[in-house]
Every structure is written in C-alpha cells, then in structure tokens.
C-alpha cells in the first residue's frame, strides 16, 4: 500500500499558488449504431452479444463512418460556439490493450472535426464564468475489462480479466478545453459546474443519455499549479474517469492541495494520470503519462475525410433546440422566479425538467412542484438523480393533466407516479391497473353518504339541527368507504344537503 499523500491547508494552496485546469470529458453518443458499424450501440447487454468483425478488429474488415454521429458532433460544436473544419480526418491512435482488439483507436489527432469555442459556466452564486474549448473530436469507445478475484475490481489482485466488446466501437466525442487560468479558489467549483453544464447542453441537444454513473459522460481533470506571480504552467497531472460531479470538485480540490504539498516541500510533480478514490477523497498514482509521439498517430487509411458543406452546417445549426441558458432566461422571465429560485432549480437539476413538463401542457406552477417535491423525495430515497428517474416530464403533465380534470386528486396521483417508477407503464395504464379513479359519479357517492349517516344516527341529527362542524366525521367515514378516491370537498357538499343544511 501506498501511504496517502501529503496535502497542504486549502487557503494555504491559494496564498502561495494559482491553479490552471484543463478538462476532457468523454461523451457516449445515443446513435442507434456504433461508430463504423452498424451493430446496436445499447447499454447493458449480455457481454459480447454486439459485435462483429469491424468493431472485434477482424483482418480485413472495413469501417464506415456513421453519419448520425458526424451530424451529432457538428451540432454539440455548434452548441459550444466552435468552428467547424471544412474538412478534416480520422487518425490511428497506436496503442495496445486488451480492451481494444484493433491495437489502435480510430481517433481524430491534429484535425477534429470542431475547435476553439466556449462555454459560458454559471456558478453558484449566480455569476458567470467562460471556459474556452479548444476542440472536440470523434472517436471510437473501447471495451470493457472485469477484473475478477480481487477485492477492489482493480487489476492489482486479480486472479482474471473478462472482456466484454460491446461497448468497443461505440460513438464518442472528447471535449477538450483550453487551459482555464483565473479562477482562483474556485476552480474546483467551475470544474463542477463546468461538467454540470456540458451535460445539461447534451442532454438538451438530445445527443447522449449523459449519465455519469453509467459511464456515458466521463471527465478527465487535469490540474497543476503555477507560484503566485509567474504565467509559466506548471505540470499537470490527469485524474481519469470522475465519475460524478461531486468527484470532479473533491478530485480538484485534492490535487491541488497535493500539488502544493509537494512542491513546497521542494519535490516535483511527474505528469502521470491518477484515479481518485470517492471513499477517502484522495488520488493515487496511476501510468507514467505518454507523449503523442509515443502513439505514432497517422491518418486513418481505411477512411475518407470528412468535409462538411457549408450548407449541411447551416442547416444543423437550425436544428439546435433552445439552449440551457435561453431556457433559463425564459424561465426567469416566463415563471417570475427570483434569482435565488432560479438557482436552486437549477442546482437541484430540476429546471429543464420542469421546462419540457411545461412544454407538455403543464402549468409552470403545478410541474414545479411536482418536480421540487414529491420527484425530489423520490430520487433522493433512490439515490439517483432527478433527470434518472424513470419517469419522463411528458409522463408528469399527463398525471398533472388527470388532477386537473378532476380525474386524480393529488393522493391518488402520487400513488400514479410511483406505479409510472415501479414500470406499470403510461399514467393512464396504472390509474386503470390499480383502479385509481376518483369516485366523482355523485350517485356513487350518495350511496356511501347514506350508509355513513345511517352508520352514526346521533352524528346525522347533530348535523341537522345545525352543527355543521360535525360533518367532518361522516366525511371521513365516505372517503374510508371510497378508499380515498372521492373528491372531499365534493363529499362535503353532498353530506351537508343530505342534512338539509
Ligand atoms: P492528453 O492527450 O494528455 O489527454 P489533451 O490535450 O487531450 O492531452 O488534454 C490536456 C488538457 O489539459 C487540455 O484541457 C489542456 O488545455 C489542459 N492542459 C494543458 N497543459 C496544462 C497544464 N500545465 N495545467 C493544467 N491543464 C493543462
Ligand atoms: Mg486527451
Ligand atoms: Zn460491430
């Protein structure tokens, strides 16, 4: 075991050093198809049940680009206010491990096909911070490696490796940063909020499933310091594959304090990767960092360059949906939200939910609330994030919708939406499934009222000589007797009449 590095006092870091970060996130595309083939790009299926000869690297076997995927690459580009290259081609990333059976990547090196843009980045307090992109590029995703016998799942201790392909050849887009300097004591907090606002631009550009737990959105940070006063970079270690947002912030933070520690202690920092540890918050040494020079990179032979039109561009520039920070904007203006209420909507990962739920017909008040409070509560007991719940804002109008029509009150409704989580299907098929409707015949309910009153004759007299008060008891005994699904108000009306009040 490797003892836990030394880290130095976080504003220690600060007064001494100014910290510059460069991120790559990795993202899956959602393509129906892989990258230069045609097998299914779908998570979760039985190892090695989605392969064939391009993506196992057969001899002989030719790739073709999967157009989906260029298309999805120009618009997250466009998206990050990027160039597009008029033309530009894949490389051969020369490197060999198990979980890549060509021995090579299919990459792009020298000319992505999107570069230099920006995002601008709000951070917690509201303001607003821009991260220059220096490019984005397509690539092929590799497989996956299990290593078994261990305790940790890492390959230190294992007695064997299992492979499983499906995931090689998958569609990816690395995006790249330019180094970010100046943002001071905040730069764990932008790398954060960087990588939190990427994912909300592709989840609206409807291009990848963004989930980090899944491994469909990964991030690369990489962090070094400069003494305060000099504009010379330090070096740069590379913590690979944070797999949360929270991980991205901690992983940073700990870095840099242990980038302080070293380098004042008069030791150097070797530029390496290093994995980050979620249970004890710190990082451990991982590979000796290679140079480009050492993958021998050089233009893909078996495909031809891609030179997007100018006129293909223009069109899938009109394709761009309304943008996280447009949606804000309106939201704000729209909804009447403070800058507060803006916020923590958007910090809780609520507010493009709500939005798409408003887009389905919903009232921005009714879809708020629902999100905010009940949704919450349920991805919070789940563990998973709001947008990971397995129900859509489309499903959520719809319960919303059947409320209003008087159809749901709000119990049965709840009881809809966990029915829509446990997968009894669409919100119409569970209210009929589990029989949820609310009892709003008014003969139905006459019924029960006449059996309650005549269940409790001393109650029923009080309520006619004028104690309407009472009332209360024999509605509760009618919506015992309708399992909750009457409309209480309505009960309430119908009791009183029956007593002549
Ligand atoms: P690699 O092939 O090593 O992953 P990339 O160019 O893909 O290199 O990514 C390196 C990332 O680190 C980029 O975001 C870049 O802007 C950033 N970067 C470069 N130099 C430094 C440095 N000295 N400190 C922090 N980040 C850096
Ligand atoms: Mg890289
Ligand atoms: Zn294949």
């Known amino acids: 075991m490797t003892a836990v590095a030394e880290i130095m006092d976080y504003d220690e870091v600060l007064a001494r050093f100014d910290p510059v970060l460069g991120l790559e996130v990795h993202v899956e595309l959602s393509t129906n198809t892989k990258m230069f083939c045609g097998c299914a790009n779908a998570f979760g299926a039985e190892p ?26 120009i618009r997250i580009g466009l998206a990050l206010n990027c160039e597009v290259a008029e033309w530009c081609r894949f490389a051969r990333k020369n490197y060999f491990y198990p979980d890549m059976p060509k021995n090579f990547q299919t990459s792009q090196y020298d000319e992505p ?28 995703d590799t497989g996956k490696s299990l290593h078994v016998g261990g305790a940790t799942g890492r390959i230190h201790g294992a007695s064997h490796s299992l492979l499983d392909y499906n995931r090689a050849g998958v569609p990816l887009i690395e995006i790249v940063t330019k180094p970010i300097t100046g943002a001071g004591e905040r730069a764990p907090e932008v790398a954060r909020a960087y ?23 990964r991030c690369d940070a990489n962090v070094s310091l400069m003494p305060k006063g000099s504009a010379e970079f330090g070096t740069r270690t590379e913590t690979k594959n944070v797999n949360s947002l929270r991980s991205v912030e901690r992983a940073v933070r700990f870095e840099m304090q242990r980038h302080a520690a070293v380098l004042t202690g ?28 050492d993958y021998r ?36 203006e729209e909804w009447g939200l403070s800058d507060e209420e803006l916020r923590d909507l958007v910090n809780a990962g609520a507010l493009e939910l709500i939005a798409e739920t408003v887009e389905a017909g919903a009232q921005p008040g009714d879809a708020r609330s629902w999100w905010v409070a009940y949704l919450a509560q349920q991805a919070n007991t789940r563990g998973v994030e709001l947008a990971d719940l397995e129900i859509s804002p489309k499903q959520v109008a719809r319960v919303i919708a059947l409320v209003a029509e008087g159809k749901l009150t709000n119990k049965l409704a709840r009881q809809v939406v966990d029915g829509v989580l446990a997968g009894e299907g669409e919100p119409d098929e569970v209210v009929a499934a589990r029989g949820l409707e609310v009892v709003s015949d008014d003969s139905a309910l006459q019924t029960a009222i006449d059996e309650a009153l005549a269940a409790q004759p001393d109650i029923a007299d009080k309520i006619r000589g004028g104690k309407v008060q009472a009332a209360g008891a024999i509605v509760g005994a009618v919506m015992k007797a309708t399992k909750g699904q009457a409309d209480a108000k309505r009960v309430r009306e119908l009791v009183l009449a029956a007593c002549g009040q």
């Not at 391009?54 to 001899?59: D, S």
């Not at 989840?203 to 469909?216: C, E, F, I, N, T």
């Open 297 to 332: 990179y050089f233009p893909e032979p078996d495909l031809v360059p891609i030179a997007p039109s100018r006129e293909w561009v223009e069109e899938l520039s009109k394709t761009l949906p309304e943008l996280p920070w447009e949606r804000r904007k309106r939201a704000k």
């Open 195 to 217: 990588v939190a606002a990427l994912r909300d631009l592709l989840r609206a550009l409807d291009v990848s499933d963004v989930r980090m737990d899944q491994g469909s959105l």
């Open 48 to 73: 090695n049940t989605q392969v064939c000869p391009v993506c196992l690297g057969l001899p002989g076997a030719l790739p073709v680009v999967n157009g989906k995927a260029v298309e999805a690459a």
């Open 266 to 293: 008069g030791g150097e920092i070797l530029q390496e990767t290093r994995h980050f540890d979620e249970s004890t918050g710190s990082t451990s040494a991982g590979r000796k960092k290679e140079t480009s020079e």
């Open 113 to 140: 096909i999107v570069h230099d843009g920006y995002l601008d980045v709000v951070l917690d307090d509201g303001e607003t911070f821009r991260v220059e992109i220096e490019r984005a590029h397509m690539e092929e």
